[in-house]
Nanobody, 115 residues
Framework: QVQLVESGGGLAQPGGSLRLSCAAFGSIYRFNVMGWYRQAPGKQRELVADITGGGKTNYADSVKGRFTISRDNAKNTVLLQMNSLKFEDTAVYFC?????????WGQGTQVTVSS
């Protein structure tokens, strides 16, 4: 069984920064994709960024140049550094781990951008 434990998030002002962390526990094959998704009230869940075991990254257009995803394969951890935050970044952020046909999700962490 795989468990994802998220940390970080909280409240930030516009232009501020936050960092999210997600640690995966369990039997994990290293050739996987880890990523962050977000869901704002009344909207569908959307990809923010993901990263392969080899370090290839993919970002939503709305966060390019502001967010940076990285991972530590030895610790099965993925980080999301969020800079230049905007009001529209407010959402619940979910960590996702994909290993072949299997999908795992974290419980989500709230990010609120407010002045």
């Amino acid at each position: 069984q795989v468990q994802l434990v998220e940390s970080g998030g909280g409240l930030a002002q516009p232009g501020g920064s936050l960092r999210l962390s997600c640690a995966a526990f369990g039997s994990i094959y290293r050739f996987n994709v880890m990523g962050w998704y977000r869901q704002a009230p009344g909207k569908q869940r959307e990809l923010v960024a993901d990263i392969t075991g080899g370090g290839k990254t993919n970002y939503a257009d709305s966060v390019k140049g502001r967010f940076t995803i990285s991972r530590d394969n030895a610790k099965n951890t993925v980080l999301l550094q969020m800079n230049s935050l905007k009001f529209e970044d407010t959402a619940v952020y979910f960590c996702r781990l994909t290993v072949g046909p299997d999908d795992y999700w974290g419980q989500g962490t709230q990010v609120t951008v407010s002045s």
